[in-house]
């Protein structure tokens, strides 16, 4: 019973941080101090990459309108007035070559050296240096962009090598642990003259191949190293995404409504905030 509670907290916390780009590497890696739950090493690092299928779930499920590029209905952008292609929504096809755009640079060099960086950067140190950088960062690019007209105000006026600049932001987040793969997404394009809400929107859209294809690989090589998962351990899994995706609904929600009035300021100083206390508990606490 301790474990399954265990589970629904760490569940709330990816559903939570994950959208906010407060980093939910840094949540995890503090909430496992005191949470860890009993289970093997490889299990706990699959966990808490795979949790986030039921976090994508939740933009899949929100803003299936917008992904699905096929039916006539509501369909302004046909590929064809008759026959098979007025079933095709052009627009939506052009945004998910966006999104796969953004994908190359994470994609392609975070695979490939995934385990290196596991290995050099996977700790409490690039963690609180990162959440703490890209912190001040964020307060600076809200404050360089404040009263500025925002020069892509939808992701049909994004050219693809705007894409493509926000999938290498994306690749910081891949690489340093603690920069939140949101946080370094939003705060690129943001820089790059996005609006907030279309920054948001992407980072929706671009976490669903990033966090089904780094899931997909945590299995993969979870399986190859154990060969199977036990049952109690499968549940554990269907149970933390399940909460995952439950809380991330409402987050989504509350993110897309707050920031058509607010700017992203205060996750900035709670980075930094959190970062501190990072340096703090490992640092100093811990030992």
């Avoid at 840094?26 to 090493?41: D, P, R, T, V």
């Avoid at 950088?133 to 404050?143: C, D, N, P, R």
């Amino acid at each position: 019973m301790i474990e399954l509670i265990k589970v629904i907290i760490l569940g709330i916390i990816e559903g939570v941080t994950e959208w906010l780009p407060v980093s939910s590497t840094g949540h995890l890696i503090l909430a496992n101090e005191f949470l860890k739950l009993k289970c093997s090493e490889s299990f706990q690092s699959m966990f808490d990459v795979v949790i986030q299928l039921g976090a994508i779930m939740a933009v899949v499920v929100l803003y299936w309108k917008n992904l699905w590029p096929f039916g006539k209905k509501n369909n302004k952008f046909p590929l064809s007035k008759e026959g098979a292609g007025a079933y095709v929504k052009t627009d939506i096809f052009k945004m998910w070559f966006k999104v796969l755009v953004a994908c190359i640079p994470a994609g392609v060099i975070g695979v490939m050296f995934e385990d290196l960086f596991d290995r050099l950067f996977y700790n409490w140190q690039t963690i609180a240096v990162m959440l703490i950088l890209f912190g001040i960062i964020f307060i600076v690019a809200e404050k360089h962009n404040k009263n500025k007209k925002p020069v892509f105000d939808s992701i049909e006026k994004m050219p693809y090598c705007v894409a493509f600049m926000i999938g290498a932001f994306q690749l910081i987040a891949a690489v340093f642990p603690g920069t939140s793969r949101s946080g370094a997404t939003i705060v690129g394009a943001l820089l790059i003259g996005v609006s907030r809400t279309v920054a948001a929107e992407f980072t929706f859209y671009l976490a669903i191949p990033a966090m089904f294809g780094a899931s997909l690989l945590k299995l993969v090589k979870f399986f190859a190293h154990n060969g199977t998962m036990s049952g109690s351990e499968a549940f554990m899994l269907i149970l933390g995404m399940a909460v995952a995706f439950a809380v991330s609904v409402f987050v989504i929600k509350f993110l897309m409504n707050y920031i058509k009035k607010h700017d992203f300021t205060v996750f900035g100083w709670y980075r930094i905030v959190l970062g501190v206390l990072v340096l703090l508990y490992f640092g100093i606490i811990s030992k």
